[in-house]
């Protein structure tokens, strides 16, 4: 054991022409004999790294006991290498969780341990929630989400930002989401007097979910009405606009139609080559229209019988940074009958009568030709031209 006059020297020592090692051991020996105001200025000084790290352990701790957990941030670049190593108590997690700022996994991995070991994490789980939002990693973004609204008073802007990503997945990467996001969702909405002051990805996100359901509910049924005129007032059009014509007036020109949707950039146009068969032999370029970011609709007129098959390209450079053409997605659509809410469409009574021709049933040919015929008497007397 050192003496006093001992360890008196060692303060009294210059240390500045002492090798790294020698410093270390000095610093060492000043934690042991609790000098660590001492040692930890060693540290910031000849900044040394190879502190034993039992000895460093303590050395943070009592740090931050004296400073009353004020930030500092060599303090705190201390107290993570400490606790990444494994060594750590109570009041060096409490400290990281209250001032810490890493790399998204070791934030996490903080924040883990101060739960396990119930300290108070403060504003952890926000901080790490923003930076999982801005850096766009957010491979655990569920479980800090999940942690926020159980531990914490949760933030407006947090919140929206986090439900905003998770419409975004579902919507535009085509993602699984939990349910949460879609109560949310209905929630938000029907809590905005101005719907249409709602961002148009929760819209989409949410009426996209009601057209995978087997059936709506009144409540839902209304609102999804409402959110449906706002979406086609603006332009958008998309394949699962059709599967909700059951409880939403889809119009004429959208039910009439066969629709193609492509996912893919919105810096980048596809080229779209289609044919429909039987009829044509080539197939022929035709322009996509991008309805929402990044996302592109082909909208065409198919009758009984026909398929449209199509071919989508995007352009790009190969390492001799020539532009070639690549495939990247390819399918066929054809002629489907129209659900309920979409009966009385003139195409779909033509189709109907074309089936019943190659049937030869002529008995309910006529009774289509006349039901066509009273519809369409109706239109004009009703809907006059001039």
Known sequence: MLRSADTSYLLCLDKRNLSAKEQTGICE??????????????????????????????????MILQ???????????????????????????????????????????????????????????????????????????????????????????????????KCADYFLREKNVGDQVFAYLEGAVNNSVEKDKVPDIYLLALTKYYSTLPALDEERSKLCRDLMSILIREGMVFAYFKDLSMYVNIPGDIM????????????????????????????????????????????????????M?????????????????????????SCQSQTEGGKGNRFDYLNQMSLSLERKDEETLRKQMTEYLVLDAAVRKLFPLS
Do not use: W
């Not at 040394?48 to 303590?58: A, D, F, G, R």
């Not at 098959?309 to 659509?333: C, H, P, W």
């Open 29 to 62: 020996t000043l934690i042991t004999q609790n000098y660590c105001t001492e040692a930890y200025d060693m540290i910031r000084e000849f900044r040394l790294e190879e502190v034993k790290p039992k000895l460093l352990m303590h050395l943070c701790g009592r």
């Open 67 to 165: 400073n009353l957990f004020d930030q500092d941030e060599l303090l705190l670049h201390l107290s993570f290498v400490s606790f990444d190593r494994g060594l750590y108590d109570s009041v060096i997690l409490d400290y990281l969780c209250e001032h810490f700022n890493g790399t998204v996994d070791q934030m996490y991995r903080v924040l883990k341990a101060g739960v396990a070991e119930h300290v108070e994490t403060y504003d952890l789980e926000e901080r790490l929630l923003a930076q999982m939002l801005f850096t766009g990693d957010t491979a655990r973004l569920d479980e800090v989400f999940d942690l926020y609204v159980r531990r914490k008073k949760t933030g407006e802007s947090i919140v929206k930002a986090y439900f905003t990503v």
């Open 256 to 307: 009439d139609k066969e629709i193609i949707e492509y996912h893919g950039s919105r810096d980048k146009k596809p080229v779209l080559k289609l044919r429909i068969v039987p009829g044509m032999k080539e197939f022929k370029s035709e322009e996509m229209r991008q309805v929402y970011k990044g996302i592109y609709v082909k909208e065409k007129v198919l009758f009984e019988g026909e398929v």
């Open 309 to 333: 098959e199509y071919r989508i390209y995007e352009e790009t450079e190969d390492e001799s940074g020539a532009e070639k053409r690549v495939l990247m997605k390819e399918g066929s659509v």
